[in-house]
C-alpha cells in the first residue's frame, strides 16, 4: 500500500518538465525496475536556480524527484552532494540533519520505504551525476 504522504508528495508536479536552457543534465535507468528520471538543472554562481525533472517512473521515484526539485533550488553544490551523500543512511537510521529544509525527506525516506529505497534514490543519483558534468 503506497503511504499518503508519498502520494500527497509525488502529486506537486510544479517542477516537472524538461529545461531547454540548461547548464547541467544526466539521465538514469533504474535496471531493476525500468524507472528512468532526467535531471535539468541551472547553476549560477555553484548554486541551483532551477531545478526540473521528467521520466517514466513510479510514484516513490515521482515523489523523491518532486521533493528534491523543491528543496535544492537556491542551494550549494556542496550543500546538496553533503545531503545526497546522507541519504542512504535515512532508510536504516535516524541520522542527524543539520539543515532544517532537508527534514521533509524523512517523510518518504525511512525504513517503511526501505523496500523503494532504490526508486527513492534514483533521482538524487541522477542529481550527482548531472553536478559532475
Not at 62 to 76: G, H, I, M
Not at 98 to 112: A, C, E, G, Q, R
Not at 116 to 125: D, F, I, S, T
Amino acid at each position: 500500500m503506497i503511504n499518503k504522504e508519498v502520494f500527497k508528495i509525488a502529486l506537486n508536479t510544479k517542477n516537472f518538465g524538461s529545461l531547454n536552457n540548461h547548464t547541467h543534465f544526466s539521465s538514469l535507468k533504474n535496471p531493476m525496475c525500468g524507472d528512468q528520471i532526467k535531471i535539468y538543472l541551472i547553476l549560477k554562481k555553484d548554486k541551483i536556480t532551477k531545478f526540473k525533472y521528467e521520466g517514466n517512473s513510479c510514484i516513490y521515484c515521482q515523489a523523491s524527484a518532486s521533493l528534491l526539485a523543491k528543496t535544492a533550488k537556491n542551494k550549494s553544490v556542496n550543500k546538496i552532494n553533503n545531503f545526497i551523500k546522507k541519504a542512504n543512511s535515512l532508510f536504516s537510521k535516524k541520522i542527524r540533519l543539520s539543515d532544517k529544509k532537508w527534514k521533509v525527506f524523512l517523510k518518504i525516506m525511512n525504513k517503511n520505504n526501505s523496500s523503494r529505497k532504490e526508486c527513492l534514490l534514483l533521482p538524487l543519483k541522477a542529481t550527482i551525476k548531472a553536478l559532475k558534468n
